[in-house]
C-alpha cells in the first residue's frame, strides 16, 4: 500500500486523543488507557514507515515497545491498587500528598 | 478497493480512540480501546507485517487490556455523578490540537526521503516472522537480552507492590 | 410472477452460487488471476490478503449476527413484563448481593504474571523458526534471556504469589 501519508496522520490522530484524554481525565485508569494509546500511535508510525523505507528495525523496534508497555502494565496497575488501598480513589486531583 | 478499506478501518479507529477518552464508564473505554487495538492490527496485516498483528492481537487485546478490565473491576470505582469525570477540557483541547496540527502540518509538508520501496516478494515467501526473527536475533542482541532484565524488574516490582497488603 | 415462494428460491439461488463462485476463485486463485485484474492489485499481494478473507467475512458475519438478533427480538418479540419476569436472572435462583462485587487481588496477580510471560513466549515464536538456522548460538542466547526471566520465577514463587489460599 503506497499512501504513507495516510497511516502517518491517522497516527497523528490517535496520538493526539491520546493526549487530550491524558490532559483532561481524571480517573487514573482512563489516564493510562490514553497512555497505551499514545505509545499505540506511535507503533503505528514506525511500522508505516519500516514498511516505507524496506527495513526491519521498525517493526523490531514495535516489539520492544510492546514490552515496556507490558512492564508499565504490570507495576502501574499495582501501583493504582496500592494507591486506592490506601485512599479509596485513583482520582489524580487526589494524589495531592508525597506521604499519607 | 484498498484504499476504501483504509477508510473505514479509519474511521473505526478514531471513532473508537475518541470513545476511549469520553466515556464515562472506564469499563467502556476499556472495550473501546480493544476496538482500537484490533483496528492496528488490521493496519498492521495491510502494511505486510502479519507476525506483528498476530502479537498486537495476542500482548496488547489479548493479556494488557485482561489487566487493566481485572483492575477496573478489582477497583470497581463506583460511578460517582456528582463528581466531574474531566477537568482542563479547554487547555487539554488546546494542547492536542496542537499536536494534532503540528504533526500533520510536517507529514504534509514533508516530502519522502527515499521513495517507496517493493516488497521483496523472495523474503516475504521466507515468512515475516523468520525475518523478524533474523533482526532480532543477531542485530538487536543486547537489547533483547535487556528486554529479559526489564520483565525481571517489573515481576519483581509488580509483586512487591501488590502483595505487600493483601 | 416473482410470488413469495418463488422469491425465497430466487434467494437462495443466488446464495447457493455465491459460495460456489467464492469456493472456485480459491481453488483457482494459485494458477491465475481473474479477480486480480480487475481491481488492479498486484497478484501476490491479493493473494497474500486473500488468505486473511475468512477473518473478514468471520467479523462480518459476527457482527451481522448480534445486530440481526437484537433487532429481531425487539421487532417481533412479545413484550409482557411483570415484577418476576424483569428480576435479575440467577440461574433461576434469587440473586444474593450486589454483581458489583470486589474480586480478591489474586486474579491480579495471576493476570500480572500472565502479561510477562505472555511475552516471553512471543518472543519464543521467532526464535523457534529461526532455532535451526541460528544453532549454538541461538540456544545460549535464548537460555540467557529464559534464565533471567527464571530467577524472577522463582522469586514470585518463594514470595508466595502463586499459593491460592
Known amino acids: ?100 | 478497493m484498498e484504499t476504501l478499506f483504509f477508510l473505514i478501518v479509519s474511521i473505526v479507529a478514531i471513532a473508537s480512540a475518541v470513545m476511549v477518552i469520553a466515556c464515562r464508564n472506564p469499563i467502556n473505554s476499556a472495550l473501546s480501546l480493544i476496538l482500537t487495538f484490533f483496528c492496528l492490527a488490521t493496519y498492521y496485516v495491510m502494511l505486510d507485517a502479519p507476525f506483528l498483528a498476530a502479537v498486537q492481537v495476542m500482548v496488547y487485546a489479548g493479556a494488557i487490556m485482561v489487566l487493566i478490565v481485572f483492575t477496573i473491576m478489582l477497583l470497581n470505582i463506583r460511578i460517582d455523578a456528582t463528581r466531574r469525570h474531566s477537568h482542563m477540557i479547554f487547555f487539554g483541547s488546546i494542547v492536542g490540537f496542537a499536536t494534532l496540527f503540528n504533526t500533520v502540518y510536517i507529514v504534509m509538508k514533508s516530502r519522502a526521503a527515499t521513495p517507496a520501496t517493493t516488497v521483496n516478494v523472495e523474503a516475504l515467501k521466507a515468512g515475516h516472522t523468520e525475518l523478524i526473527g533474523r533482526e532480532m536475533f543477531t542485530n538487536f542482541l543486547l537489547p533483547f537480552e535487556i528486554t529479559s532484565i526489564l520483565l525481571l524488574v517489573a515481576i519483581v516490582g509488580a509483586v512487591v507492590i501488590a502483595k505487600k497488603k493483601i | 410472477m416473482l410470488d413469495k415462494k418463488n422469491l425465497i428460491k430466487y434467494v437462495f439461488d443466488v446464495y447457493v452460487y455465491s459460495i460456489l463462485v467464492f469456493f472456485i476463485n480459491r481453488t483457482s486463485r494459485h494458477t491465475e488471476y481473474p479477480v486480480e485484474t480487475i481491481l488492479a492489485i498486484p497478484p501476490w499481494r491479493l493473494q497474500m490478503l486473500g488468505t486473511y478473507l475468512p477473518i473478514l467475512l468471520l467479523v462480518i458475519v459476527a457482527v451481522l449476527f448480534g445486530f440481526v438478533t437484537l433487532l429481531l427480538s425487539s421487532l417481533i418479540g412479545p413484550k409482557k413484563s411483570s415484577r418476576i419476569k424483569l428480576a435479575p436472572y440467577e440461574c433461576g435462583c434469587e440473586p444474593v448481593g450486589t454483581a458489583r462485587e470486589r474480586f480478591s487481588i489474586k486474579f491480579y496477580l495471576i493476570a500480572m504474571l500472565f502479561i510477562l510471560f505472555d511475552i516471553e513466549a512471543v518472543f519464543l515464536y521467532p526464535w523457534a523458526i529461526l532455532y535451526k538456522k541460528l544453532g549454538v548460538f541461538g540456544l545460549v542466547e535464548m537460555g540467557v534471556f529464559i534464565l533471567i526471566l527464571f530467577v524472577g520465577y522463582i522469586y514470585v514463587w518463594k514470595k508466595g504469589a502463586l499459593e491460592w489460599d
Open chain 1, 1 to 100: 500500500m503506497e499512501n504513507l501519508n495516510g497511516y502517518l496522520i491517522v497516527s497523528a490522530i490517535l496520538f493526539s486523543i491520546g493526549t487530550i484524554g491524558v490532559l483532561t481525565r481524571k480517573n487514573a485508569i482512563v489516564i493510562f488507557m490514553c497512555v497505551e494509546l499514545m505509545l499505540n500511535a506511535v507503533n503505528l508510525t514506525f511500522v508505516a514507515l519500516s514498511r516505507h523505507l524496506g527495513n526491519l528495525d521498525g517493526q523490531v523496534f514495535v516489539f520492544f515497545v510492546m514490552t515496556v508497555a507490558a512492564a508499565e502494565a504490570a507495576v502501574g496497575l499495582a501501583l493504582m491498587i496500592a494507591f486506592y488501598n490506601n485512599r479509596e480513589t485513583i482520582d489524580v486531583t487526589d494524589m495531592n500528598s508525597l506521604k499519607w
